[in-house]
């Protein structure tokens, strides 16, 4: 017997049909072959240049590789009950993923049923909407008003089949935030209708004082779901680790749809240390970035370039030009960028921020190109 090819025409249904993958980004050793460079300096992906924290590499080096063969925590026991230490909220307001983008599916299948909606924006996260989409729920995005969340907007997309709102504070790619003012004021008017998804995987990158802190919320909302993630400030986004805190009773509910052991015993461990000299790196983290925006906002001046984006660790950048050919010319140079066609950006790019000697290279790179 022979197998025969599996009729997919019936078998994959319309919402999955119409779906353009996702394509990663090659291997450094591979880009560095096609586009003939010696070294990739990514500056695509908001990672964190100065590495995981003292605490966070002592603790992946004091692993017994021999662990390897036992499963993790299925529930981050450990790793809760340090959030809960440090935010004073109970353990089981917890939940612990195999990144932030594993809760966005958690969520969305906790709560969506055949028929059901999401609201969020158009040039955002894009992951939301990814996952809403091939779930076969619709994502209604709402347009960015002044490259930021719309709350009227978002209020008036909300009908009696929307379950989850996503807002991320501060936005991906455009660097915009609401201040505590304003998120209490849309919380106040959704009035527990819908499940509010605060995205703070920048949170630790804001310092302005009005910035609001998800988690201090959560009591006095208790529709209100907040996610972190160690990938970014803590710069472990290799070990795919992030957890969301919210009312204990919700995130029981939200606990049903995840999968048990998708967050490996190296992340867990990793993520513990991390919290220990959290304050830290924080802090030195900081510095690098404040650094990096003062020194490209003055060299894009310079350029004649637009520019956004005041918080978190990237800037986006207009330009005059594709910002794919943008993208193949600092690919080049060993500069990588994110494009953002993909974000409904067309001809800008966005990248992060990083110590000088590599934003002093980007900048080097980025001249010509912006020279024609
Ligand atoms: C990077 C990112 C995440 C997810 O990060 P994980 O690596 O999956 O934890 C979530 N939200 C936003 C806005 C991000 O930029």
Same mark, same amino acid.
């Given at each position: 017997?022979?197998?025969?090819? #599996?009729? +997919?025409?019936?078998?994959?249904? #319309?919402?999955?049909?119409?779906?353009? @993958?996702?394509?990663?980004?090659?291997?450094?050793?591979?880009?560095?072959?096609?586009?003939?460079?010696?070294?990739?300096?990514?500056?695509?992906?908001?990672?964190?240049?100065?590495?995981?924290? #003292?605490?966070?590499?002592?603790?992946?080096?004091?692993?017994?590789?021999?662990?390897? &063969?036992?499963y993790p925590s299925g529930d981050a *026991?450990?790793?809760?009950?340090?959030?809960?230490?440090?935010?004073?909220?109970?353990?089981?307001?917890?939940?612990?993923?195999n990144?932030?983008?594993?809760?966005? /599916?958690?969520?969305?299948?906790?709560?969506?049923?055949?028929?059901?909606?999401?609201?969020?924006?158009?040039?955002?996260?894009? %992951?939301?909407?990814? %996952?809403?989409?091939?779930?076969?729920?619709?994502?209604?995005?709402?347009?960015?008003?002044?490259?930021?969340?719309?709350?009227?907007?978002?209020?008036?997309?909300?009908?009696?089949?929307?379950?989850?709102?996503?807002?991320?504070?501060?936005?991906?790619?455009?660097?915009?935030?609401?201040?505590?003012?304003?998120?209490?004021?849309?919380?106040?008017?959704? &009035?527990?209708?819908?499940?509010?998804?605060?995205?703070?995987? *920048?949170?630790?990158?804001?310092?302005?004082?009005?910035?609001?802190?998800? !988690?201090?919320?959560?009591?006095?909302?208790?529709?209100?779901?907040?996610?972190?993630?160690?990938?970014?400030?803590? /710069?472990? =986004?290799?070990?795919?680790?992030?957890? +969301?805190?919210?009312?204990?009773?919700?995130?029981?509910?939200? $606990?049903?749809?995840c999968v048990v052991y998708s967050v490996n015993s190296?992340?867990? &461990?990793? =993520?513990?240390?991390?919290?220990?000299?959290?304050?830290?790196?924080?802090?030195?983290?900081?510095? !690098?970035?404040?650094?990096?925006?003062?020194?490209?906002?003055?060299?894009?001046?310079?350029?004649?370039? %637009?520019?956004?984006?005041?918080?978190?660790?990237?800037?986006?950048?207009?330009?005059?030009?594709?910002?794919?050919?943008?993208?193949?010319?600092? !690919?080049?140079?060993?500069?990588?960028?994110?494009?953002?066609?993909?974000?409904?950006?067309?001809?800008?790019? $966005?990248?992060?921020?990083? @110590?000088?000697?590599?934003?002093?290279?980007?900048?080097?790179?980025?001249?010509?190109?912006? /020279?024609?």
């Amino acid at each position: 017997m022979s197998g025969r090819f #599996p009729p +997919l025409e019936t078998l994959v249904p #319309p919402h999955i049909r119409d779906i353009e @993958p996702y394509i990663p980004s090659k291997p450094d050793d591979v880009l560095a072959k096609m586009f003939g460079c010696q070294m990739i300096y990514r500056l695509n992906n908001n990672e964190n240049a100065l590495g995981p924290s #003292p605490q966070a590499l002592a603790a992946l080096r004091s692993l017994d590789p021999r662990q390897a &063969a036992v499963y993790p925590s299925g529930d981050a *026991y450990h790793l809760r009950h340090k959030l809960a230490e440090r935010y004073g909220h109970p353990s089981d307001a917890f939940l612990v993923g195999n990144g932030a983008n594993e809760l966005i /599916a958690f969520v969305i299948k906790a709560f969506c049923h055949e028929g059901d909606n999401i609201v969020t924006a158009d040039r955002t996260f894009t %992951v939301y909407e990814w %996952v809403a989409g091939f779930s076969g729920f619709e994502a209604r995005l709402v347009p960015l008003a002044d490259y930021g969340f719309d709350d009227e907007a978002m209020l008036a997309a909300v009908d009696d089949r929307t379950k989850i709102i996503f807002v991320c504070n501060p936005n991906n790619p455009t660097g915009t935030y609401w201040d505590e003012r304003r998120l209490r004021r849309f919380l106040d008017r959704v &009035a527990g209708r819908q499940i509010v998804v605060l995205d703070e995987a *920048y949170g630790e990158f804001v310092s302005a004082g009005d910035f609001p802190d998800g !988690m201090s919320l959560i009591n006095e909302y208790p529709n209100l779901v907040v996610f972190r993630t160690f990938s970014k400030m803590f /710069a472990l =986004a290799a070990l795919r680790i992030g957890y +969301l805190a919210g009312d204990e009773r919700v995130v029981e509910v939200i $606990r049903r749809t995840c999968v048990v052991y998708s967050v490996n015993s190296i992340a867990q &461990a990793a =993520a513990i240390g991390a919290l220990a000299d959290a304050d830290d790196q924080i802090a030195r983290t900081r510095r !690098m970035v404040n650094e990096a925006r003062a020194f490209l906002r003055g060299e894009l001046a310079r350029l004649g370039l %637009v520019h956004f984006g005041d918080q978190a660790n990237y800037m986006v950048v207009r330009l005059p030009v594709s910002d794919t050919l943008a993208y193949r010319k600092l !690919m080049r140079q060993g500069i990588m960028v994110r494009t953002m066609t993909g974000f409904r950006f067309p001809n800008h790019i $966005r990248v992060t921020l990083g @110590p000088i000697p590599v934003m002093e290279k980007f900048i080097a790179a980025l001249e010509p190109v912006v /020279a024609g």
